[in-house]
């Protein structure tokens, strides 16, 4: 039986993983990869807590994450790729990011 | 917008011709430093004109406030523009309208950016005239910061020794205490539950419980003593008069530093004054060490500006006694002492002003048989220097006299302690007198041309206004007595 | 008649709409753009104006128009047509991207408008998202392709992961109270602010708008955006986008913070970190525009004491501090952007003998920074003296204290910049800066708009007073 608690626990471990990446991971698009993975957990709660409240807006909101997501992975992609033609590297230790 | 006011209102004129003198300089052109300089002196001299009339008109049998002003400003909290002439203030609006007046004088020969220092000039003192004016705690807080940002462009472009150090280290110590009474100024108004910053509303007894008015003294005490050279916050003071230029060393010693222990009066004192009598002793042992603390300093400098400066924290020290006493004849002496002080420093500046501007030495070891020079210009600063060792004639003689005697009354120890230091500080001064003025000239500086006329005309007013006070004293203790009286009466047992 | 209450919204989406088709003609018309959008941004002022007193709400109360919002609606659009004037030359951006600039800009409005009348989530996640994304790419068009595409990165980042952490925050609101509508949602919270999980829920929710304003620990964007980006950006950044986040802050916060002393608590840390972070961060800078964004997260810390105080005037302050920024971070912008004309970075010792290059820009950065440093008569000093009396008024003095021991410490470098503008004598000499009439007829409103807002606040006070009891 998967009851709404195992949902919540499976997204809050996707979540944590992905958190924990972007802090540890220093490619670029590995980083970004653990956002994505932030926010699919977010999806997945949504949808569980949607079906366990009975409610539609959470699944209205699932859709309209997804569709965010591709506009921002359209941007982010699109800046990331500027970068790699530009200094060959994605690697966010190698830009001077994290200066002062 | 509701407004109240009896008769014309000339304090609010006064702030109007200093505001006035500001927007004129600021249209015209930067090449007419003539113009700007007379503009400068019409309304600085207008200034004086009224704040002279003023001090005369009020009546003195009277007493109370006097010339009430009153327009809602921000009916929402409370807050009102509310001026009114009573026996603290006027003393200080004369002081203010005297020095600012001899300052632009003193001023005449600038040549470098006139302009902008004028402008920034007169901003300065109108926040310096609606403070002493004001009885509205807001309007208090925006005069107190509007007096205090102009000093550090003035001090940093115009200024000498160690300019851009001195006008930081003033700026910021001034507007820590800004930040001290900010927080105690709004805890007042939201504790005291009526909505309103109106002073005179705000002092009526039981307003404040005994809890709020000590936690809100101390605050007070502590943001405004910074400004009037308590030690231990004194430090900014004589680096900053040594930085500033002399017409901004005039000012700031000679009423800026006023506005300090007036803030501790005015808002202190008047609204906490149950806060006061529990800090009492503190505030007369801060007093008693920095009347020390400058005369011990003072003796130890070789630069003739810090000599007045450090002179400065121990005069203040005894306008800090004078107010912690709780007495009459304290407060009489404290206020007075204000005045004379104010008038005396700036003499002192303003000599040591045209000293410098022909030897460009402040270094009293290179100075030397100046009266022998400039006996005229060595006649003004001795006088003054006089005048800051208390001799009998002169104005702060009284001051100083009517502060020892409560003092020594009320805390004898203390007071026997500040007497003896003051007789070292007149050895000091003496000794200073001496080596500058006396003894041989230093043989670079025989050429120079004594004071002329038109450029002694502003220290000459400012001898005939120690002498004038030092001699019928009785002119300003009546006028001081007018309130401080009924506030001593007023006390809570 | 409905759609009237959608006009200025409609009025920003026509106008991009109007650059859309404007930047497909192909070649660079750089006046004949100019033109356009200072037009429509000042007509877009005058929709704002006209629909300040419009009431009611759209698409099943899930869009709510009221004086708040209009009155946010208005100073986003004058932020545009500020930041819209000074693009006359745009120098820092690529010129094969410039006609893009607008066609980003005015979206980014709308989707600021939209921000600060939804009271979804829903709506607030689409146009949060919808203002962050024109912004990543108008950071990243800087003509320097190397720092405009770091910081554009950086910004996007943090952005994303913020935004992330928002979502989070929503969907345990959600689970917790079976709603995203924030109206049910404020009826449901106040019995439930016992529990942990919606504290941290909300907080987490509201850790979108705190990236936007960069309350502390979401600022780390803030000083690399600034300085990566274009003048012109990161003016609009510190100004609009600011000012959106203030607004929709004050607005959740007003409808869901209920009284919970934790959530108070909480807050309360953001601020003073914030404001503590900010300025012994920004002492230690050398880049003017790293400066401000230093600066500006101290600012965040100021508007959350307004905001947290929970009460009437609290919020009537943090809406007076909103226009307060707008109009001060603007005016130290507009003197970057004139005195640092060919787009590169400025060193704050850069400044060096503004005074004599433009005695104008001196004043008005002079007193630009006065106010921002929270001196009177300024219209900063009435904002923070505004926030800091509603603070009080719940007690909270220790919170007033530190934040004016801040003022103090900022007071340092606004007057180093002071310094570097009235004091310094350039290294080489340089020549007077040739300013247009409009220029000089703007950077004078501004002062005058900054010392008259602060001596006579009467009427911007009454109406961030009325804007804000709309909200209770």
């Known amino acids: ?100 | 917008m509701p407004m109240e006011f009896a008769g014309f209102p000339f304090l609010s004129a006064i702030l109007i011709s200093c505001l006035a003198g500001f927007f004129i300089i600021l249209c015209l052109p930067e090449a007419r430093a003539r113009e700007i300089k007379w503009v400068g002196a019409v309304c600085s001299g207008m200034t004086l004109a009224l704040a002279i009339y003023l001090f005369f008109a009020y009546d003195k049998s009277r007493g109370g406030l006097q010339f009430v002003e009153r327009v809602q400003w921000i009916p929402s909290l409370g807050i009102q523009y509310f001026n009114a002439a009573d026996g603290f203030n006027l003393p200080n609006l004369l002081l203010s309208g005297i020095v600012f007046f001899t300052g632009v004088l003193t001023m005449w020969e600038l040549e470098i950016r006139v302009k902008e220092f004028f402008a920034l000039y007169f901003l300065m003192v109108t926040g310096v005239f609606g403070l002493f004016m004001s009885m509205d705690l807001f309007f208090i807080f925006v005069w107190y910061d509007v007096s205090l940002f102009p000093m550090y462009p003035l001090i940093a472009i115009w200024g000498t020794t160690r300019k851009e150090y001195g006008a930081m280290k003033l700026t910021l110590y001034l507007l820590a205490g800004s930040a001290l009474i900010l927080p105690a100024i709004l805890y007042l108004f939201v504790q005291s539950g009526l909505n309103t910053f109106d002073i005179v509303r705000l002092m009526q007894p039981g307003t404040f419980t005994a809890y709020q008015q000590k936690f809100a003294f101390i605050l007070l005490y502590l943001g405004f003593g910074i400004l009037a050279g308590v030690w231990p916050f004194h430090t900014w003071s004589p680096v900053g008069h040594v930085a500033a230029p002399h017409g901004v060393s005039m000012v700031h010693a000679g009423v800026l530093m006023k506005i300090g222990a007036f803030g501790v009066l005015r808002v202190a004192m008047f609204l906490c004054p149950q806060g006061w009598q529990h800090w009492a002793q503190l505030m007369a042992l801060l007093a008693s060490i920095g009347i020390i603390y400058g005369v011990l300093v003072g003796l130890r400098q070789t630069d003739l500006k810090y000599v007045i400066g450090y002179s400065s924290v121990s005069h203040m020290g005894i306008v800090g006694l004078g107010l912690s006493t709780m007495t009459v004849s304290g407060l009489n002496g404290a206020v007075f002492q204000m005045f004379a002080h104010g008038v005396m420093t700036a003499l002192l500046f303003s000599s040591v002003g045209y000293i410098y501007d022909r030897t460009h030495t402040k270094a009293i070891a290179e100075l030397g048989g100046l009266s022998r020079i400039m006996p005229v210009a060595s006649g003004y600063f001795i006088v003054a220097a006089m005048a800051g060792m208390g001799v009998p004639g002169l104005a702060s003689f009284w001051g100083e006299l009517l502060v020892l005697l409560s003092a020594f009354e009320t805390y004898p120890i203390r007071g026997t302690l500040a007497i003896s230091a003051l007789a070292v500080s007149a050895l000091f001064m003496l000794r200073v007198v001496q080596k500058t003025f006396y003894g041989p000239a230093n043989p670079k500086y025989v050429d120079l041309q004594d004071v002329p006329f038109s450029l002694g005309v502003p220290r000459m007013i400012l001898v005939t206004v120690i002498l004038l006070f030092g001699f019928f004293p009785s002119l300003l203790l009546d006028m001081i007595e007018t309130a401080s009286i009924p506030f001593i009466n007023g006390l809570p047992r | 008649m409905k759609w009237m209450l959608f006009s200025p919204e409609i009025f920003y989406l026509l106008a991009a709409l109007c650059f859309l088709l404007l930047s497909m003609t192909g070649r660079l018309h750089r006046r004949r753009d100019h033109h356009i959008a200072l037009a429509l941004a000042v007509a877009g002022v005058a929709v704002c104006v006209a629909s300040l007193q419009l009431e009611g709400s759209l698409f099943s109360e899930t869009y709510k128009i009221d004086l708040f919002s209009q009155v946010f609606k208005l100073l986003l659009s004058v932020g545009l047509a500020l930041v819209v004037g000074i693009c006359s030359e745009l120098r820092g951006i690529q010129e094969r991207y410039e006609h893009e600039v607008y066609l980003l800009l005015f979206p980014c409005t709308l989707a600021t408008m939209l921000l600060v009348s939804s009271i979804h989530w829903l709506g607030v996640y689409v146009s949060l998202e919808l203002s962050s994304y024109s912004l990543y790419i108008l950071v990243a068009l800087r003509k320097d392709w190397t720092q405009g595409i770091e910081a554009g990165l950086k910004y996007f980042l943090v952005g994303v992961f913020a935004s992330a952490m928002m979502l989070f925050g929503m969907v345990i609101l959600y689970g917790t109270t079976g709603t995203l509508d924030v109206k049910q949602l404020a009826q449901i919270l106040p019995g439930l602010m016992s529990h942990a999980a919606v504290v941290v829920g909300l907080l987490l929710a509201l850790s979108g708008f705190f990236f936007k304003l960069a309350v502390f620990p979401f600022h780390f964007w803030a000083a690399d955006v600034y300085q990566g980006a274009a003048h012109q950006i990161a003016a609009y950044i510190a100004t609009v986008s600011k000012v959106a986040a203030i607004a929709v802050l004050v607005r959740m916060v007003a409808m869901l913070g209920g009284s919970s002393d934790y959530f108070v608590h909480v807050l309360a840390v953001l601020s003073v970190v914030s404001m503590t972070v900010g300025n012994l961060a920004a002492i230690a800078q050398k880049d003017l525009k790293r400066l401000l964004a230093y600066s500006t997260v101290a600012h965040a810390g100021y508007v959350l004491i307004g905001i947290l105080s929970m009460n009437p005037g609290g919020y009537a302050g943090a809406i007076f501090y909103a226009m307060a920024i707008l109009v001060m971070k603007f005016t130290v912008f507009l003197v970057l952007v004139k005195v640092a004309w060919d787009g590169t970075n400025l060193e704050v010792d850069g400044l060096a003998g503004l005074h004599r290059r433009s005695p104008l820009l001196a004043m008005a950065l002079m007193v630009a920074l006065f106010s921002l440093a929270g001196l009177p008569p300024t219209v900063g000093f009435t904002g923070k003296f505004l926030i800091f009396t509603a603070a009080m008024e719940r007690g909270h003095f220790a919170l007033v204290l530190i934040a004016m021991i801040n003022v103090v410490i900022s007071l340092y470098y606004y007057l180093l910049m002071l310094r570097a503008a009235y004091l310094l004598e350039p290294q080489e000499q340089c020549s007077p800066l040739s300013l247009s009439a409009p220029i000089k007829l703007l950077a004078g409103a501004l002062v005058v708009v900054m010392v008259a807002a602060g001596i006579f606040p009467r009427y911007l006070m009454d109406l961030a007073r009325n804007a804000a009891q709309g909200l209770m």
């Open chain 1, 1 to 100: 039986m998967v009851t709404l608690n195992s949902y919540l626990t499976l997204s809050a471990v996707l979540f944590s993983i992905g958190a924990v990446g972007v802090f540890t991971q220093r490619n670029a698009l590995i980083m970004y990869m653990c956002i994505e993975l932030m926010l699919n957990a977010v999806n997945l709660t949504f949808i569980a807590f949607s079906r366990y409240l009975n409610d539609l807006g959470g699944h209205v909101f699932v859709f309209m994450i997804m569709t965010v997501a591709a506009a921002e992975a359209a941007v982010g992609l699109a800046i990331i790729m500027a970068l790699f033609r530009n200094k060959e590297t994605v690697n966010v230790d190698e830009i001077n990011l994290s200066k002062g």
